[in-house]
């Protein structure tokens, strides 16, 4: 059993320090250019992180008491914590050279004012309200699922009654939109246009899609989860690839060969960029490099084998951190398309998660004590015995030639007290599975029915096509090909997409 520290060591200590004295000293720096914003947001996630690895450290004692377990669970709940203090006291700084500019002389200190002017104090039309209402919906948004969350963690609420929790975090997100942006059309590719036209406006549908957005991302991170570094693995991998998609936005070098490379003007007066889309994306990086840094700090503690567990409401966090940057920034298809295994995995899983499949509470791999290796876990699909004696005690009373032959027959499964539950649609179906390799399943030798299969997650099916493993290396499995089909999503995105739509857009 792996020992928990509940302390820092003298070299941790040391380095934190120094993180958390350079990233003090980065934000003052800022104050003396027009805020620096981006480099403020750095320096924030050297503290975030810093801070985060403490907090784990510390708090971890507590956290073990309180559960009465052997490891401190819910873990991801003080990160999220912890980010949250690190976006709320970034506020002022993506805002500060406008704050500047509503003040009195325009932020040209050496101008001399008439006192009308000082005595009518701020030019408040010239501050971003709009930006200032997203940035808030967003912290509002984030900080609903975190008590949500943690409620999941303390009382264990079923997946059907939990399935809507990040939909009412939406909320305050989707009022803002709906006040602010208000775009509900989409753009039709080019094939379609003779009959939808350019623009296709989907009204309330729209709205609709984005609580489903808003939805789905948290609970497809939950969904993929239950070994160590798993949850927090994804949720990085997926970071880093949004945020790769960012930059492209941000620098004529990086730019996708589509987009404009000559300055278009922004909502901001006076400012330019090289696309639109940038403001959007700066948000979006404003919001995601604090994340990594407390996800970075928890997979220190969580990487196998694990110190700490994160908990339901590490899940719910990370996943409404993406449904918030994607909807906020207009860029909630290419999240999508960075979640094409957590889509996967939520298709694969369906016919248990909608009972066509009888689905156990926890459909993690299994140990093996023995060889030290994860084995693929099994859903059972027999019927109990004291069933198939009740169905012998009604058979019996019949005088039938063919009831006594049924007796007979259910007379033998009582003997191997193996019966299968399953339809036989169903059955052709997992026999169809298991001839593509999809699945494994144990099939009666007498009658032909499917007694039993692995259970239908993506870290099941990983080891169906590759065998038994350490759950390192199945994590590192799954996390190189998030990597690589998140990839193959932004090609689509950038390359691919101009097949059916003329430009790159946004």
């Not at 302390?7 to 000293?25: D, K, M, P, Y």
């Not at 403001?279 to 700090?297: E, G, K, M, T």
Request: net charge neutral; glycine share 6%.
């Amino acid at each position: 059993m792996t020992q928990v520290k509940t302390s820092l060591s003298r070299t941790e200590a040391w380095s934190l320090t120094t993180l958390s004295l350079a990233s003090v000293a980065i934000l003052v720096q800022t104050f003396q250019g027009d805020g620096a914003p981006l480099v403020a947001s750095i320096a924030f996630s050297g503290l975030a992180y810093a801070l985060s690895y403490a907090m784990i450290r510390w708090l971890g004692g507590v956290f073990i008491k309180a559960a009465n377990m052997d490891r401190p669970e819910t873990m991801g709940a003080v990160c999220a914590v912890v980010y949250l203090l690190a976006i709320i006291c970034f506020i002022p700084f993506p805002f500060y050279k406008d704050i500047v500019a509503a003040t009195s002389g325009g932020g040209n200190r050496d101008l001399v004012l008439e006192v009308r002017q000082i005595e009518t104090g701020r030019f408040l039309h010239r501050f971003p309200h709009g930006k200032l209402a997203s940035y808030l919906s967003a912290i509002l948004s984030l900080q609903s699922v975190v008590i949500l969350g943690v409620g999941d963690d303390l009382f264990d609420i079923r997946w059907r009654h939990k399935v809507l929790i990040p939909a009412f975090a939406s909320i305050p997100m989707l009022i803002v939109y709906f006040v602010d942006f208000g775009v509900t059309s989409i753009v039709i590719p080019t094939f379609l246009r003779p009959y939808l036209g350019e623009l296709f406006d989907l009204g309330w549908l729209y709205y609709a899609y984005m609580a489903a957005i808003s939805i789905f991302a948290p609970n497809s991170i939950n969904i993929l989860a239950g070994v160590n570094g798993m949850e927090v693995g994804q949720s990085i991998v997926i970071a880093i690839l949004i945020l790769f998609n960012d930059c492209l936005y941000l620098s004529p070098e990086f730019l996708p060969l589509s987009l404009p490379k000559t300055p278009l003007p922004l909502s901001t007066p006076g400012s330019s960029s090289l696309h639109p889309a940038t403001d959007s994306h700066l948000f979006s990086i404003y919001l995601l490099l604090p994340f990594l840094a407390v996800s970075l700090s928890l997979l220190n503690h969580n990487w196998y084998p694990a110190r700490v567990f994160v908990g339901d409401t590490y899940c719910y966090f990370a996943g409404m951190v993406f449904a918030v940057v994607a909807i906020q920034g207009h860029f909630s298809k290419t999240l999508l398309l960075l979640l094409i295994p957590q889509i996967g995995n939520f298709i694969y899983s369906a016919p248990q998660l909608f009972a066509l499949v009888p689905c156990p509470r926890h459909r993690l791999p299994k140990f093996n004590a023995r060889t030290g290796l994860l084995e693929n876990s099994w859903a059972d699909f027999t019927l109990p015995e004291e069933r198939f004696r009740d169905e012998l005690d009604a058979t019996s009373t019949s005088n039938s030639e063919a009831e006594s032959n049924g007796h007979a027959r259910k007379k033998s499964r009582i003997v191997t007290g193996r019966h299968s539950t399953l339809k036989k649609p169903v059955q052709s179906a997992l026999k169809l599975l298991a001839r593509f390799h999809l699945i494994r399943i144990e099939v009666d030798s007498s009658t032909g029915e499917v007694l039993r299969a692995t259970n239908m997650t993506l870290l099941n099916l990983w080891m169906v096509w590759f065998g038994p493993m350490r759950e390192d290396r199945l994590v590192i499995g799954l996390l190189t090909a998030q990597a690589v089909c998140g990839l193959m999503g932004l090609w689509v995105r950038h390359r691919l997409a101009l097949w059916v739509f003329t430009v790159d857009n946004w």
